[in-house]
């Protein structure tokens, strides 16, 4: 059975599956708004959006870690911690051996604005953990760093792999959150069922009598219990009076969640913590961000610093602020197109990432005969193929599915029939997903992006018939029987028989617009108007 995951049918289902959610309690009695509302549904703009779509691009590979290792900057056991499944290395990004050079060569506070799944947390543990290994040959016990998350979950994520890699080490790792056991007891007998192994590795300190009572070398934590921890008194046996050089890092993830008074809160609580730890101007400061502030030039990385700075209490500079960098596409000679690519809707919507499947749709959309017999193989025939490669060119930032279509059909297909440029753009994504690169990945790496809401409210003209409607707040429409500008009202449904009703207000014997979520007082008295006779018994009004 195939594992493959469709994006677009995933999508489809959602649509499907959020549409049958609204049908099940939306009736509408008039048929020229059901309609108009079906169609605006199908056309993408009422509950969902139309697919945006962008590649992960390959991140520039940075510093290995053995040539850190050797150079005395990172402790030998961290290519052992540090390795895949077949204790190989891992092959570092060029932000996170930037990170690593910075935080440890370089003596500087950071911030890793890079995007998620770029590796943000190697960025700060191989650091962290390469000179808790070196204080521990010193003999130097204590947290000697504090992670924090905005979200429990995050912390969960992250302890589970820090915990795992740091098994055999000698090193301690605690996860300390208000869901922490008292006791050992406590935490051994939910243990299993929490995290589906039977014993905890020998890294982790599971219980908070444990926690405080041996001290773990790198905390995990979230910013309400740091605050508690520094105002109960067991609790601030973890940062003993008196005991300084021992606590070096503080990491804060996410850390353009911190804004407003949260921020504020945070930055107070910072300063308190390195009080308390008399660690001012020799703390390293380090945090990670999926977003940056937008701007032209160096703006974006003065903003991200000086808000750096207000948070943290330390020195930040633009270059501190870590970005991401990315391989630059091959030049590779790229065959015509196909002359009549005949992919089906039917190739697309069925489509499993089978051998049968994937080689279909790729002979389809490629001008030369196809005489591979493995994926392997077929990612070699496929380098040159110009739609794979349009896609490359086209899908490095974000674009709509539909400026896509447009954009390929005007450059390549003019005169072709759209949806046959869909099915062929769409064949192929999902052969570039399917093939592997010359590192043995997908060739791309697909995200799909999209937004569902609740729908906006409908305004629509009072008329007997070919009423003129919107959902874009529009407050006068051209009547589509006599051409005159008239006034919009919002329209509500009754949720038990779909009877519509214009809300309005009654002013001076006349009939008004009012917005039926309006904060200030109407003008008028509050009223319904309904295009037929009102039976209170049969018809209800609308809810509120």
């Known amino acids: 059975m195939s594992t493959y995951f469709n994006p677009f049918q995933t999508f489809e289902a959602c649509k499907q599956a959020y549409q049958s959610f609204i049908d099940s309690y939306h009736k509408f009695t008039n048929p020229e708004i059901e309609d108009w509302i079906n169609k605006s549904r199908e056309q993408g703009h009422l509950l969902w959006q139309e697919p945006y779509l962008q590649i992960n691009r390959t991140f520039k590979h940075g510093r290995e870690i053995e040539k850190l290792i050797l150079s005395g900057t990172l402790h030998p056991r961290c290519a052992q911690i540090f390795s895949d499944e077949k204790d190989v290395p891992v092959i570092l990004y060029q932000h996170q051996s930037e990170s690593i050079t910075k935080i440890l060569i370089d003596n500087r506070n950071i911030i890793v604005a890079t995007g998620t799944g770029s590796g943000k947390s190697f960025c700060f543990g191989i650091p962290v953990i390469s000179e808790c290994l070196k204080m521990k040959e010193q003999g130097i016990r204590g947290v000697k760093a504090i992670f924090i998350y905005p979200m429990n979950a995050l912390a969960n994520s992250q302890y589970e792999d820090f915990s795992k890699r740091l098994n055999g080490t000698g090193l301690k790792v605690a996860l300390y959150t208000g869901d922490t056991p008292y ?3 406590e935490a051994l007998s939910e243990f299993e069922k929490l995290t589906g192994r ?11 009598e444990k926690i405080i009572n041996e001290r773990p070398d790198i905390l995990l934590t979230n910013y309400q219990m740091l605050e508690l921890i ?18 070096r890092f503080l990491v804060l993830d996410e850390v353009h969640t911190y804004s407003g008074r949260r921020g504020a809160d945070v930055a107070m609580l910072i300063r308190r913590l390195k009080w308390h730890t008399k660690t001012q101007g020799k703390i390293r400061c380090i945090g990670t961000s999926a977003t940056i502030q937008s701007g032209d030039g160096d703006e974006p990385r003065r903003i991200m610093a000086d808000f750096a700075e207000k948070l943290f209490g330390e020195s930040f500079s633009q270059d501190s602020i870590i970005g991401e960098s990315y391989d630059t596409l091959p030049n590779r000679n790229i065959l015509p197109f196909a002359d009549n690519p005949d992919v089906q809707a039917d190739d697309i919507n069925h489509f499993d990432g089978t051998w049968s499947a994937v080689l279909n749709i790729a002979q ?18 496929m380098e040159e193929n110009p739609v794979i490669d349009f896609l490359e060119q086209n899908l490095q930032e974000v674009i709509p599915l539909n400026t896509l279509v447009e954009n390929f059909q005007q450059i390549h297909r003019q005169g072709r029939d759209t949806n046959a440029v869909l099915n062929e753009l769409m064949a ?18 697909l995200k799909l992006h999209t937004f569902f809401s609740q729908g906006r409210g409908i305004k629509g003209t009072i008329e007997p018939y070919n009423i003129a409607l919107t959902d874009i707040g529009d407050t006068v429409l051209k009547s589509k029987n006599t051409g005159d500008e008239l006034s919009t009202y919002q329209i509500l449904f009754c949720q038990a028989c779909g009877q519509e009703f214009y809300y309005g207000g009654i002013h001076k014997e006349h009939f008004i617009p009012l917005e039926f979520a309006a904060i200030d007082d109407p003008e008028g008295e509050p009223a319904y108007l309904m295009p037929d006779i009102w039976d209170e018994k049969e018809i209800p009004l609308p809810d509120g």
């Open 183 to 185: 006791t050992d007891e």
């Open 198 to 208: 039977e014993k905890p590795f020998d890294s982790e300190l599971i219980s908070r």
């Open 230 to 247: 520094l105002t109960r008194f067991d609790d601030k046996k973890l940062f003993p009076l008196g005991e300084e050089g021992v606590f």
């Open 364 to 381: 389809n959309i490629h001008s030369k005969p196809i005489a591979s017999q493995d994926f392997r193989s077929l990612g070699i025939e």
């Open 428 to 445: 192929g994504i999902l052969v570039g997903t399917s093939i592997p690169n010359k590192n043995g990945k997908p060739r791309i790496t």
